[in-house]
């Protein structure tokens, strides 16, 4: 029987470094990008949550922010399960090339299972990095009716998340280096429309930040 999955999220947090830190090949950077994610989510959130109820403000506007306090927990949840999904994928990857070769018909099912893990391998880090971006365009909608006295936690969250969607998308990108196929090079181009949406999401959060410390929150 195969030993549990391990859920990285449940870790003590000095058990999880020192996984980090190991020389193993898992957990690696598609697991520590998708729990920076988690973590700037939930920043985000609890940033959001002290913009809840404000005396005086507009009903809509606590109904605004219930919807985007969803969505970033609702993300967080995500990128927390994305953290062990990396990190089995990239173990698929390799139980894939140690299958045996001594065959043609063994090489053949070699190559289609180590295509389908790569192709897998890839596919969860672009989600990652998709979950990362999505958390970063709920917190540039909450700007408007955000504390600003929570402004460096928003803005905090929004870097994390930032960092989480880069890394990631370097895990997608490694696992499609030599591949020249139509498909590798639509993911590349996803990728790199996901990164500088997420670019122009973190100039404004940071300048919403930055005003609100000029302002004296």
Known sequence: MEPAATVYARLPFDQLVEQLAARTPTPGGGTGAALAGALGAALGCMALRFSLGKKGGPGEHDAVLGEIERGLLAAAAQLSRLA??????????????????????????????????????????????????????????ALAVLNTRLATDAGSGALLLRAGARCAAWNVLVNLVGDGSAAAAARRAEVARLLARAAELETRIVAWTDAALQAGG
């Open 84 to 141: 062990d999904e990396d990190a089995a994928a990239f173990e698929a990857v390799r139980s894939a090339r140690k299958l045996p070769q001594g065959t043609e018909a063994e090489k053949a099912a070699r190559a289609a299972a180590v295509a389908a893990a790569n192709d897998h391998s890839a596919a969860v880090p672009l989600q990652t990095a998709k979950s990362c971006r999505e958390a970063m365009e709920c917190l540039d909608g």
